[in-house]
């Protein structure tokens, strides 16, 4: 019988990795579920993907309950997906999207895999890991695909840190993209674009979009 791959899940480096595994991302499912957000998710990537003709597998990075993955899913019925989850009650609902043998409950930090994908997806994720460990993220992203990237993430031309729901350094801002292609070099931007907080069809927060492939 397949399981939920578990990965050293009480062996966390960062604070902000306990924050997200807990209750505050626990609560964050009941805020971000709802049928609205899949839709606004298929046109962002509608959008985002447009200049890729078909892509056979993803794996995401912080998948939370799945809405990611449900958008793509339409767009791609025949996709493989991958997920990795720190967060155990949001793992206890993906198996509603994708195999449960495909899921692994860990942080992106401990995640380690040979698993390959043709698309990387990571989408509101980078803004929460702990700065100092961004290079390390960005090295699981870059090797766990094998053509296609695709990052949606706040933007600020420099890095930033903000307040979020009234918890400190839990939230961040920066260049995510551009430090990505900066290191490595192989890497280069297919497209961009922004999602907007009052498009009142599909609602979504102020994102920034980057898609890049692997030479």
Not at 41 to 51: G, T
Not at 93 to 102: A, T
Not at 176 to 199: M, N, P, Q
Request: charged share 25%; aromatic share 16%; glycine share 6%.
């Amino acid at each position: 019988m397949d399981v939920i791959n578990q990965q050293y899940i009480y062996k966390y480096k960062t604070e902000e990795e306990y924050f997200w595994a807990g209750e505050f991302g626990s609560g964050y499912i009941e805020r971000n579920n709802s049928d609205q957000l899949v839709a606004s998710n298929l046109k962002l990537f509608s959008d985002s993907l447009d200049k890729i003709y078909f892509i056979n597998s993803v794996i995401e990075f912080g998948a939370n309950i799945g809405l990611n993955l449900k958008a793509l899913k339409l767009i791609y019925p025949e996709q493989q997906q991958y997920a990795i989850e720190i967060n155990s009650d949001a793992v206890k609902v993906l198996p509603e999207s994708i195999p449960v043998g495909n899921i692994f409950n860990d942080s992106i930090l401990n995640y380690n895999s040979t698993i390959k994908a043709e698309l990387a997806l990571i989408k509101g994720v980078l803004i929460h890991i702990n700065p100092l460990m961004l290079n390390d993220v960005y090295d699981k992203i870059y090797s766990s695909s094998s053509k296609y990237i695709l990052m949606c993430e706040y933007y600020n031309p420099y890095p930033i840190e903000i307040d979020y729901r009234g918890h400190s350094g839990k939230l961040y801002k920066r260049d995510f993209a551009g430090e990505f292609l900066d290191r490595f070099s192989d890497v280069k931007l297919i497209d961009y674009g922004f999602t907007y907080r009052k498009d009142k069809s599909f609602t979504m927060d102020d994102l920034n979009w980057f898609l890049m492939s692997k030479d």
